[in-house]
């Protein structure tokens, strides 16, 4: 029956000529529908449609599209990432080159695939990441900066940006403002389903670095901040070591499930995805979740 290529337009690196150029090496494969979304929100719409019918799913977007996907679909299809946001996170986590034309050639001429555990966050999937605090509160930061007239998301140095001004505007300090129900006070949560949190450049940050797609759900939290420890901090993400020992840090591997109950409202996030304020978070594993294409080895 084919396949469907959902492309959101609006994404950073999405073009007429990238969408005409991933389309001819996926047509390569299978005949191909290919269909743009409209809004927010839409491709999750289109995924649910095309997994009642299409043999596979491709959606050339940004993380946030890739989400709305993965949260739409309504039958076990295998789905496959083409980078088409800034960052881009799922892809280059599961494999896939940064080109979207070259990641869509592997898919087409070599693919294979991969059952991977989703994360669900107060019942939202995720692919890759969650959190709630100050990871999501930069998210949000950076979201409010809207695009450029191209279309085009803030990048990397912004991210890195809002996290040093929320650590400037608090004083170089965060106390521990929320609960981890069997682990005690934590200054925020990072909840990760792979070894890759984000990408700073070319760069992996390794949050949770014991963190396997084919697992459950790594949590990592510190207990709290001070500006002493933020250079230990920034140096256990980049090296992708230290904090599953650190006294100062909770990290559980390998999970199911956490709660976590806030002092107060505090930002949540997905996939990059700001998803608003909560007090109380229930974050699971959805394990052997989905098939997702990548390149055979």
Request: net charge positive; aromatic share 8%.
């Amino acid at each position: 029956m084919g396949a469907i290529l959902i492309v959101n337009p609006r994404a950073s690196r999405v073009t007429v000529e990238l969408t005409a150029a991933v389309a001819r090496e996926l047509e390569r494969a299978a005949p191909l529908e290919v269909v743009e979304t409209t809004a927010r929100g839409h491709a999750g719409e289109l995924a649910s449609r095309a997994s009642e019918s299409a043999d596979a799913i491709y959606v050339f977007s940004g993380d946030g599209g890739f989400n709305e996907a993965l949260n739409g679909l309504t039958r076990d299809v295998p789905i496959g990432f083409l980078p088409g946001g800034g960052t881009s996170v799922l892809p280059r986590a599961l494999g896939l080159p940064r080109s979207p034309v070259a990641a869509a050639r592997l898919l087409a001429s070599r693919p294979a695939t991969r059952r991977i555990t989703l994360g669900r966050v107060n019942g939202r999937r995720f692919a890759f990441s969650a959190g709630i605090g100050l990871d999501a509160a930069a998210v949000r930061l950076v979201e409010e900066r809207g695009r450029s007239e191209d279309g085009r998301r803030p990048g990397d140095l912004a991210f890195a940006g809002a996290f040093a001004r929320l650590v400037r505007e608090a004083g170089w300090k965060i106390e521990p403002q929320l609960e981890i129900a069997g682990q005690g006070r934590a200054a925020w949560v990072m909840v990760a389903n792979g070894a890759a949190y984000t990408y700073v450049g070319r760069v992996p940050l390794r949050v949770a670095p014991a963190a396997r797609f084919e697992l459950g759900l790594d949590l990592v939290a510190p207990r709290a901040v001070r500006i002493r420890a933020l250079p230990r901090f920034l140096r256990y993400g980049f090296l992708g070591r230290g904090q599953e020992r650190a006294r100062d840090f909770v990290y559980v591997h390998d999970a199911d499930r956490f709660e976590v109950r806030c002092d107060r409202p505090l930002p949540l996030q997905a996939d990059g995805e700001d998803l608003g304020d909560a007090d109380f978070v229930v974050f699971e594993a959805e394990r052997d979740a989905v098939s997702v294409l990548v390149p055979r080895v």
